[in-house]
């Protein structure tokens, strides 16, 4: 059974960083298809961004690029994700995803995932 716990959220101002954190225990690490969705209130669970096992691929959503960064750690089984020139429409409960998996991935698809953290909420103020 994999379990994923996410830190890092918070308030931040517009313009300002913050670094999402994923710590996974159970499994394979190394060998899973990472992601990270987010949720805003009244909308649907979107993409933000994916990385490959061995972190040679990357995957972003249009609205993020340049500005977010996902990375992993094989060896502390934990993904990042560096969020800088935040938005105030960067707001919403950021979740982790992992694809146990990733044969025939499709990195930006949720239901690619089949375990999730509880989120972790990000705020950003105009």
């Known amino acids: 059974q994999v379990q994923l716990v996410e830190s890092g959220g918070g308030l931040v101002q517009a313009g300002g960083s913050l670094r999402l954190s994923c710590a996974a225990s159970g499994g394979t690490f190394a060998s899973f298809g990472m992601a990270w969705f987010r949720q805003a209130p009244g909308k649907e669970r979107d993409f933000v961004a994916a990385i490959n096992w061995d972190a040679l691929r990357t995957y972003y959503a249009d609205s993020v690029k340049g500005r977010l960064t996902i990375s992993r750690d094989n060896r502390k089984n934990t993904v990042y994700l560096q969020m800088n020139s935040l938005k105030p429409e960067d707001t919403a409960v950021y979740y982790c995803?992992?694809?146990?998996?990733?044969?025939?991935?499709?990195?930006?698809?949720?239901?690619?995932?089949?375990?999730w953290g509880q989120g972790t909420q990000v705020t950003v103020s105009s």
């Open positions: 995803a992992a694809d146990t998996s990733p044969v025939n991935w499709r990195p930006t698809r949720h239901d690619e995932y089949g375990y």
